[in-house]
């Protein structure tokens, strides 16, 4: 089954700190730009990272969470991570990545999406 599987989503004081994956199952990550999305309740989807292909040389961020957020792949895992340190109520939402169809970080149109994990910032 070709899919993509997002872990380590949880709930976590502000100030701390999670590690999200997406791995992929029957298709090579190596191949796309993987992008990480968060939709909070109430409120549009927001694109937050963006890693290209390959060696991911070129990685992109939200302005909301430049400094705080690091995309990074491993392919050998077929595995794009994001790191998310200093968190604030605010970053709370279900996180979801999804493969880029096509060769930029300003694509629209996506091959694979994943089911999205959860994360809650709070005291």
């Known amino acids: 089954q070709l899919q993509l599987v997002e872990s380590g989503g949880g709930l976590v004081q502000p100030g701390g700190s999670l590690r999200l994956s997406c791995a992929a199952s029957?298709?090579?990550?190596?191949?796309?730009?993987i992008r990480w999305f968060r939709q909070a309740p109430g409120k549009e989807r927001e694109g937050v990272s963006c890693i290209s292909r390959g060696r991911g040389t070129i990685t992109q961020y939200a302005d909301s969470v430049k400094g705080r957020f690091t995309i990074s792949r491993d392919n050998a895992k077929n595995t794009v991570y994001l790191q998310m340190n200093s968190l604030k109520p605010e970053d709370t939402a279900i996180y979801t990545c999804?493969?880029?169809?096509?060769?930029?970080?300003?694509?629209?149109?996506?091959?694979?999406w994943g089911q999205g994990t959860q994360v809650t910032v709070s005291s």
């Open positions: 029957g298709f090579t990550l190596d191949y796309y730009y």
């Open positions: 999804a493969a880029v169809r096509g060769l930029s970080c300003a694509s629209w149109t996506f091959d694979y």
